[in-house]
Nanobody, 116 residues
Framework: QVQLVETGGGSVQPGGSLRLSCAIP?????????MGWYRQTPGKEREMVAS???????TYADSVKGRSTISRDTLTNTMYLQMNTLKPDDTAVYYC?????????WGQGTQVTVSS
């Protein structure tokens, strides 16, 4: 069974930083895969935060643009989301997402709470 494992969530004060990590099985860690980070708050739909495009570029939600950076390490099969200048509105459960060869995979989610 393919599992994505997120780590790095937690509680931070406004203005702080966090780096989320997602361990992705080598079998689906491909340059042809679509990979990204999503987040969800209670009562709202899951929304894309940052992702790699099919052309290898990156795209960000307007709400995090300039404050977040998505990256990946092909040696360790890990995807990252560096988030800076965090705001209370960034509070959510963050999910790692991979789409590859017609299948979609999600991690279990990691909670990020931004509060003073």
């Amino acid at each position: 069974q393919v599992q994505l494992v997120e780590t790095g969530g937690g509680s931070v004060q406004p203005g702080g930083s966090l780096r989320l990590s997602c361990a992705i099985p080598q079998s689906i860690f491909s340059r042809h895969a679509l990979m990204g980070w999503y987040r969800q708050t209670p009562g709202k739909e899951r929304e894309m935060v940052a992702s790699f495009t099919s052309g290898g570029g990156t795209t960000y939600a307007d709400s995090v643009k300039g404050r977040s950076t998505i990256s990946r390490d092909t040696l360790t099969n890990t995807m990252y989301l560096q988030m800076n200048t965090l705001k209370p509105d960034d509070t959510a459960v963050y999910y790692c997402h991979v789409q590859y060869r017609g299948s979609v995979y999600w991690g279990q989610g990691t909670q990020v709470t931004v509060s003073s």
